[in-house]
């Protein structure tokens, strides 16, 4: 299967510990987008790569939240000090170029308690 | 503020019956927009899009959507559902640069 993978697929943490949440994207797609997306909600832009450069971030991302993309590869979001509002599920997409089709991951649902 | 509206969040409907999933978008310039479909236990994928030309756009599975520019709106429709197309729809506009605004989606149920 070459679509996106995502890395885990469920996480469960305590409120205030860390987490990081990888992404793989379609390797010759150099466009990458991670949104959030809760229950009854549309995935949330929450930032966009092109190639290794974070071109777009969110206002809604607080600074606990950072991602990066080195070498325009695979991507991680880490969320810092993690709280319970932060329980969602983490999708990740990648497309070759915008605007286009996004081909989307199976998502990383995370359960803060 | 651009955004996305779906005012259909759950519709039950029975096979054969027609299918229209309403889509209105607020965004004063060039629009490119889709429909997305999760189907149950699956990923997100794209079911239409349209970027430039004849309003009507057909997709996959006999879905189609229709982009009237005087309604800013992208309805997705089917004349004949099946249970397979239980699932969940969201609409998505580009809205230049980097970013897509979705839509808080529609369930639909098609029962047998």
């Known amino acids: 299967d070459t679509g996106v993978s995502q890395d885990p697929r469920h996480k469960i943490t305590k409120r205030g510990q860390n987490v990081t949440f990888r992404c793989d994207p379609i390797?010759?797609?150099?466009?990458l987008y991670w949104y959030r997306q809760t229950l009854g909600q549309g995935p949330e832009f929450l930032t966009y790569f092109q190639n290794e450069a974070q071109l777009e971030k969110s206002r809604l991302l607080s600074d606990r939240f950072s991602a990066e993309r080195p070498k325009g590869s695979f991507s991680t979001l880490e969320i810092q000090r993690t709280e319970q509002g932060d329980s969602a599920m983490y999708l990740c997409?990648?497309?070759?170029?915008?605007?286009?089709?996004?081909?989307f991951g199976p998502g990383t649902r995370l359960t803060v308690l | 503020a651009q955004s996305v509206s779906q005012h259909n969040h759950h519709v039950i409907l029975s096979e054969a019956a027609s299918l229209e999933l309403g889509c209105n978008y607020s965004y004063g310039g060039t629009v490119n927009l889709f429909w997305y479909v999760q189907y149950p236990g699956q990923h997100l994928q794209l079911l239409l899009k349209y970027f430039s030309g004849d309003p009507l756009v057909k997709g996959i599975k006999g879905f189609e959507a229709e982009f009237i520019k005087s309604k800013f709106s992208f309805n997705l429709r089917k004349p004949s559902v099946q249970w397979s197309d239980t699932a969940e729809y969201f609409c998505a506009v580009w809205v230049g640069t980097y970013k897509y605004i979705f839509g808080t989606g529609t369930r639909l149920k098609v029962l047998a």
């Open positions: 997409a990648s497309s070759p170029r915008a605007p286009d089709t996004q081909y």
């Open positions: 390797s010759e797609h150099n466009r």
